[in-house]
């Protein structure tokens, strides 16, 4: 079989060409011609068929989602670490978190996202899920004042409401601490104990221990609003 044989003359012609078209124009209008060409290939394409572009953007999406649904979890672990050192370097019974979001019909309720009691001690995070703050007087007392430390007549004096409430579940004393972003609230980091006999710390130490722990929680808690964009 006769091998074709290579057609140089139509090479020469479109060297030609070229060569014609740079004197005329110049060799930076052919640069710019050739570096336009794949993104008006890329144009054309997406015009035809952009499902390959909404794909990309789909799968990339879904990278940042996975990205940070595991950061979440991994810093909620974090928070959760953190409340059995709070007890048990307190002697408590339970501590807890209440953070604060925004609701469907006013600005501000609170929830119990994290909890820690110690065996035998009832749960109490079931009554305080999507609670309005408007029903409680210590989350503005703890806004004006930052900590809250005292038994459960001390608590009735400043709000009855909750002290009922607290009053419910056995608990004989409680010490609080509002958690802060900047100049607003972001929740409350909450102690009690059902027996007051075990409080082996006056008040002031209480009220450092709470501090101690507070810049952290503060912390974990804004990164936690921004992941889940409460």
Known sequence: MEQKQPDYGSGFSFLGMLLGYAEKHGWGQIIIGMLLLPIMFLLFRVCYDPSFILEKLQQKQMEEHVIEEIERIENDAEINKLLPDILYSMNADNCWIIQYHNGKSDWMFGSMRFEYPR?????????????????????QYLWENRYFAGTIDDMDKVDPCMAKLLDNFHVQYVACVVLRKGDGPLGVLGVVWNDATKIKMDKERIRARLNNYSGKLEELLIRRKELIKL
Not at 119 to 139: A, N, R, T, Y
């Open 119 to 139: 065996d035998g001690i009832k749960s109490i995070k079931q009554e305080f899920c999507d609670v309005h703050l408007s029903w409680f007087l210590i989350p």
